[in-house]
Structure formats: C-alpha cells, structure tokens
C-alpha cells in the first residue's frame, strides 16, 4: 500500500515538472538570481566536481598557492 502512495506521489511530480511551465518557472529563477543575488552565483560546485579527478597531491599544491595568493 505504501509503495503505490510513494508510486502515485512520484508520477504525479514527475508529470507536473514535465510541463513546459515548469521549464519557464527555472528559467525565470535562474535570470531573477543573476540579476538579484549575482554574488552567491559562483562557479565552486563546476570546480569542487573537477577538483575531485585530481589526486590529494595536487589539491595540496593548489590549496598552499591559493593561501600564499599565487
């Protein structure tokens, strides 16, 4: 019985997030955040998902030259 209820709730989201609406809403969002709060928009989750393909070593050496401000 709870699978059906959790099965139903999900096709039910997945359904209403799959309308152009829902599309345009994000969009709307993203352009109100760029205008609105251009600071918190950065770039960090684009370099900590690069940053985790290079080994512990070369993170060191990136980390003491961002410190020492090279």
């Known amino acids: 019985m709870a699978n ?5 709730v999900l096709t039910s989201i997945g359904t209403l997030t799959s309308r152009p ?8 969002y ?3 955040w760029m205008i609105f709060e251009r600071q918190s928009l950065d770039w ?12 512990p070593e070369e ?7 961002q410190q020492r401000g090279d």
């Open 21 to 28: 609406a829902a599309f345009l809403i994000l969009l709307a």
């Open 44 to 55: 960090h989750g684009a370099a900590i998902t690069r940053i985790d393909d290079e080994e």
């Open 30 to 32: 993203a352009i109100l």
């Open 4 to 8: 059906h209820t959790v099965t139903s």
């Open 59 to 65: 993170i060191e050496k990136h980390r003491h030259r």
